[in-house]
């Protein structure tokens, strides 16, 4: 019983919130926050959907019909198993980040960056802000082989990089007690 209530409730919603609404400095300028995405959202992330720099390195290569990308959207929202954050950058929605839960403790992450905020160290910040979200959590990313500026993200970010599958461990959990 103490290990599920443990998993229900293991005392950092405090700091999450306050990590949320605070959220962390970009090296190159501003702050970057994640905020859940909404149903308004899915125009906007369906526009960045279609810029080829955006399609360039997906697992789905191909743009979406927009019927497809709202039943993904509307699946998204509702998957339990599934967070999916709105990147702001100084309050501007900036690109997409989206955790889906593997196991317990275990998130798949899925990060882009709107195409008019490409190298401003955003989803450098996104994935920092995660992690202090979410310290006890191992982050996974997969990325495809050409992908270059992915394999230097992750790899800034602190993901070991095992053929293309990157892994940020969880933190202690006393480590994070007493920062």
């Not at 927009?66 to 702001?88: P, T």
Request: proline share 6%.
């Amino acid at each position: 019983m103490s290990c599920v209530a443990h998993n229900l409730c293991d005392g950092l919603g405090v700091m999450r919130v306050a990590r949320m609404l605070s959220g962390i400095w970009v090296p190159k300028g501003g702050r970057v926050t994640l905020t859940p995405a909404a149903p308004a959202d899915s125009d906007l992330m369906y526009n960045w959907q279609l810029h080829p720099e955006t399609r360039r390195f997906a697992k789905q290569p191909n743009i979406p019909a927009r019927e497809e990308h709202d039943v993904w959207f509307l699946g998204r929202m509702a998957n339990a198993d599934s967070m999916l954050y709105m990147i702001e950058h100084e309050g501007q929605p900036s690109g997409v980040l989206r955790l889906d839960a593997e196991e317990v403790g275990v998130w798949l992450v899925s990060i882009y960056v709107a195409p008019d905020c490409h190298g401003r160290g955003i989803a450098g910040a996104a994935l920092a802000l995660a992690h202090s979200i979410w310290p006890q959590h191992e982050f996974k990313a997969e990325v495809l082989e050409d992908n270059v500026v992915s394999h230097k993200l992750f790899a800034r970010a602190g993901y070991k990089d095992t053929n293309g599958l990157y892994r940020y461990p969880p933190r202690d959990a006393m480590e994070i007690r007493t920062r």
